[in-house]
């Protein structure tokens, strides 16, 4: 998959511009504040229908306007997409070849990227929810089935919820909204943790090449059944049966995979009190590394990965060898502030771009 074009307008610092980009690695460059991350984002919200440093798309709208709009040229093989992405205060329009598409979730997936940015080394430290966050949001991008049956749990979940706060709910009603959460429920965490244990065995290749040594990595999923039970849909059914009073009580669902968490560990040991915090950005590195080659290998091509600022995260040892380790045929956008000389490439082609106050221009790479 690779984007050919791209025109932001008024979207952030872009007022009306217009870029096209090549194949394989695409460095885009400029001093600090001047719309290089704004770029990336906008890839990025094409592909998730959010961006990934506000909620708000409001955010997103240039200062003083009323809307912004996204033109995304897509080739995937030989076919070729037109997608269109229009935000206003009303909410989303969007088009696949000026054809309105009416869900969100069918235009999720369309562009599929990985993105790689510095505040994700919070994945480790922030509260479960971002890191269940993660891996919905990276499962989603292998499975449209995880993402139905997801928002499916969602909506029942709610559903649940409200009951559980009314006085007098019908206990009919509530059970079969809870047996149908638990069926979902078997999915959801049967694919969280199948994608966890492939996500380390893609993983771990890529952090040993960063760490050139031994060191192992590995994951503790923690979730409302033992690992031994995760297809005991029966079990969990009684789980739930158990703890219906205290739910009651507190007005709200108290088990579920909406509490799961998982915990990274470096040498069996969880990684916030032993790694150190280049082995954690090595290891977040792998991670969305080892994610590109999950979605190769699953879906037949690469997505598109976006680098922001990863040169300022790694020394210059650690940047070749991420140089070294990219594949030629994904298409790779790489944001920086810093002077990149070719030496830095490791041997690979670039294509350059130059970032100034919201406009975009091809430039050479100094020698
Ligand atoms: N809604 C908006 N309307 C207009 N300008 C905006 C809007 N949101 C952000 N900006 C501007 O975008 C610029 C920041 O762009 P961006 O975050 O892409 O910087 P950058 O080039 O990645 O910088 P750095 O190297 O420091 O990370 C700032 O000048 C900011 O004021």
Do not use: W
Request: charged share 25%; aromatic share 8%; with cysteine.
């Amino acid at each position: 998959m690779k984007i050919s074009r791209l025109r932001l307008v008024h979207y952030r610092n872009y007022t009306d511009e217009t870029v096209e980009f090549g194949d394989g690695i695409q460095l885009i460059c400029g001093k600090n504040a001047q719309g290089k991350t704004n770029l990336l984002e906008a890839i990025y919200y094409c592909s998730t229908m959010r961006s990934h440093r506000t909620l708000q798309d409001q955010h997103l709208i240039q200062k003083e306007e009323a809307s912004f709009l996204i033109d995304l040229s897509l080739q995937r093989g030989r076919q070729k997409e037109q997608l269109r992405v229009c935000v206003n205060e009303k909410g989303k329009n969007l088009f696949i070849h000026r054809n309105p598409i009416l869900r969100v979730s069918d235009f999720i997936g369309e562009v599929n990227a990985v993105l790689f940015c510095p505040d994700d080394l919070q994945l480790f430290t922030a509260s479960p929810k971002v890191r269940r966050r993660f891996i919905d949001i990276e499962i989603s991008k292998l499975s449209r089935r995880y993402t139905q049956t997801l928002a499916m749990f969602q909506r029942l979940l709610r559903e649940r919820n409200a009951l559980l706060k009314q006085k007098e709910p019908d206990l009919v009603y509530l059970q079969v909204v809870t047996e149908r959460m638990c069926a979902c429920e078997m999915v959801i965490l049967q694919q969280r943790h199948a994608f966890l244990n492939e996500l380390f065995v893609f993983c771990q290749p890529f952090y040993s090449h960063f760490a050139q040594d031994d060191t192992s990595i590995g994951f503790e999923y923690h979730t409302v059944l033992d690992l031994d039970h995760l297809k005991d849909e029966q079990l969990l059914k009684e789980k739930y049966e158990k703890g219906l009073v205290r739910d009651q009580m507190s007005g709200q669902t108290n088990l579920g995979v909406h509490k799961d968490d998982v915990i990274f560990t470096i040498e069996g040991k969880n990684i916030n009190s032993y790694a150190s915090q280049g082995q954690k950005r090595t290891l977040l590195l792998s991670m969305k590394l080892a994610i590109t080659a999950m979605i190769k290998e699953k879906l037949g091509e690469y997505p598109i990965l976006l680098l922001d600022d990863v040169f300022s995260e790694l020394d210059a040892h650690r940047c070749r060898q991420l140089m070294e380790v990219l594949p030629q045929d994904m298409q790779i956008f790489i944001s920086s502030a810093q002077p990149i000389e070719q030496e830095m490439l490791a041997g690979k082609v670039a294509d350059v771009f130059e970032v100034t106050d919201g406009t975009i221009q091809r430039r050479v790479l100094d020698e």
